[in-house]
């Protein structure tokens, strides 16, 4: 960790097996282009800022400072020293968190106060005004569960474009930055609450704002930007419930015991299924070995015990998907999620709008529209305004920006240009 005395920084970019388009940016100009990453997340800032970046900030909620790992310097540039000194998050904390716009203009969420909404640790109810005084000098993860977890991020984006420089020099720099608090703030309430129309409202200023400041920085047409997200999430499960929608909650543990159970009776291997994890059976393979038992008819027999479950929409063999009868662009989407070393053995997928979480907030993780379908908006350097609505894939991003800019596409690019823009 650099920045901070915890472990919060012992992270870096290891486990990602490709360049990144900022790596390609980095390699292409012989690394004269400034690469830096921006993010409340490690994972938000490091990955988009790939491994031959100049810098990638994070935010160490045990002592509100933004921080890095050794992987990218030994010691923070002074400038972010004295910004972390401000304790910035304090001020936000100071001002509580009440709507934007007078509550009762809200038309796009259900009520302030619903049962399925999880509450704020020392919060009583799940409703404005959330009072954020008391996490002054005490919890400075709380900001990352509010807008103001967005305007911290873009304001030290604002301060790294103004202390290093960024766009000022004869190479192309690039400025990724990751707003997460939103997805904070869709877990904890869910997608049809006060409190994410809030944020959304409010990151639309924040946004405003920073468009201005490349304005005057950089100059109108001098800059690409260009927007996305990782994900969109299920509508809480209680509230699907409440408006007579399908959907509902889901927990594994229960399956993957009494398939245990079966498979230790009938093959005597204990514990085959070691672990469950994103939809995922992972197997003992050297307990099943050493057992000579037969690991094709065991991974059935986790399937069809799979299939019995109310809430399970189908389940897959992974090493044997080719010939699994299940949609196409379901089984696109799984194979292009496989990784013959750190994949698991047994896939399954959940009925639409069913997830594994609790009664209150809500998650993602599906093939489905409402996870799958995201922004991606593009605007300034050589875009003309327009719109499509043909199917373009988040892995087209990396290839159209490499189109754009003549430079090579990611080790691991997968996707097309999307043509409406690099046509123009
Ligand atoms: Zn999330």
């Given at each position: 960790t650099v920045g901070s005395d915890t472990k919060a920084g012992l992270m870096s970019p290891k486990n990602m097996l490709t360049t990144t388009i900022t790596d390609e940016l980095r390699l292409a100009t012989n690394f004269k282009s400034k690469v830096i990453g921006i993010s409340l997340k490690d994972r938000g800032s490091i990955l988009p800022a790939g491994h031959s970046a100049n810098a990638a900030y994070w935010y160490d909620g045990q002592t509100?400072?933004?921080i890095t790992s050794t992987h990218y310097m030994k010691k923070l540039p002074s400038w972010l020293e004295d910004h972390n000194k401000m304790k910035l998050a304090n001020k936000f904390f100071d001002k509580n968190w009440n709507t934007l716009y007078p509550i009762e203009t809200y038309t796009q969420s259900t009520a302030d106060n619903v049962p399925y909404e999880g509450k704020a640790r020392g919060e009583e109810t799940p409703t404005f005004p959330h009072p954020l005084k008391l996490y002054?000098?005490?919890n400075y993860d709380m900001i990352k569960s509010t807008p103001y977890g967005n305007t911290i991020t873009l304001d030290l984006a604002k301060l790294a474009i103004l202390s290093e420089n960024l766009g000022q020099g004869s190479s192309t720099d690039f400025l990724a930055v990751s707003c997460s608090a939103?997805?904070?703030v869709g877990h904890q309430y869910g997608p049809n609450s006060v409190e994410i129309e809030d944020t959304y409202l409010r990151l639309d200023k924040d946004l405003e704002e920073f468009f201005n400041?490349?304005?005057?920085k950089i100059g109108k047409g001098n800059y690409?930007?260009?927007?996305s997200a990782d994900h969109g999430a299920a509508h809480v499960s209680t509230f699907m419930e409440d408006n007579k929608l399908p959907g509902g909650l889901y927990s594994d543990s229960k399956v993957v015991k009494t398939i245990n159970t079966l498979i230790e009776e009938k093959y005597h291997v204990k514990k085959a299924i070691v672990t469950s994890r994103n939809s995922q059976f992972y197997f003992d393979h050297d307990a099943i070995k050493a057992a000579n038992a037969d690991f094709t008819a065991i991974k059935n027999l986790a399937i069809e015990t799979l299939k019995k479950e109310d809430e399970i929409f189908d389940a897959v063999d992974l090493n044997n998907l080719a010939n699994e009868t299940i949609p196409e662009q379901i089984k696109k989407a799984i194979t292009y999620g496989y990784n013959a070393k750190r994949s698991g053995d047994v896939y399954y997928i959940l009925k639409s709008n069913y997830f594994g979480g609790g009664k209150t907030g809500t998650t993602h993780g599906?093939?489905?529209?409402?996870?799958a379908h995201i922004p991606c908006v593009f605007m300034g350097w050589n875009v003309k305004p327009g719109k499509t609505n043909k199917t373009h894939y988040m892995t087209d991003i990396a290839a159209t920006l490499a189109a754009m800019l003549h430079i090579q596409m990611p080790s691991g690019c997968v996707g097309e240009p999307i043509t409406e823009l690099t046509h123009q």
């Open positions: 509100g400072d933004w002054i000098g005490k939103t997805d904070y400041y490349l304005d005057t690409l930007f260009f927007l599906s093939w489905n529209p409402y996870d």
